[in-house]
């Protein structure tokens, strides 16, 4: 069975940080690049940041460019985002997608189109992240 499962959501004040983890399980997790997107409170879900498992590539949104980053550990099949210095308009749903770039074709494709969530194959459940003022 495929799972992703996001975990270490919480609520925070402005300014802290947290870190988020996207565990992979059924699947060959090094040759999926992992994409993190948010959901706002009545908005769509939209791409956060992108990481590329083969080069450590990051390829942030500008929302978050200078706070978030992303790495992985590759022997636990796991991503992490962290995020620093939150802020209120960062309260969102969380979600990790997996997206298949076992070939170079696949990998130039994603990299120019990761925000676009119909490139993946899976997704996690998500997890709460709530920054107060």
């Known amino acids: 069975e495929v799972q992703l499962v996001e975990t270490g959501g919480g609520s925070v004040q402005a300014g802290e940080s947290l870190t988020l983890s996207c565990a992979g399980s059924?699947?060959?997790?090094?040759?999926?690049?992992i994409g993190w997107f948010r959901r706002a409170p009545g908005k769509d879900r939209v791409g956060v940041l992108f990481?590329?498992?083969?080069?450590?590539?990051?390829y942030p949104d500008r929302s978050v460019l200078g706070r978030f980053s992303a790495s992985a550990d590759r022997t636990e099949n796991i991503v992490y985002l962290r995020m620093n210095n939150l802020n209120p308009e960062d309260t969102a749903v969380y979600f990790c997608g997996a997206a298949y770039f076992g070939t170079s074709e696949k990998r130039r494709r994603l990299i120019n189109r990761w925000a676009d969530t119909n490139e993946y194959d899976y997704w996690g459940q998500g997890t709460q992240v709530t920054v107060s003022s």
């Open positions: 990481f590329d498992p083969h080069d450590g590539g990051l």
């Open positions: 059924g699947f060959t997790f090094g040759d999926y690049a």
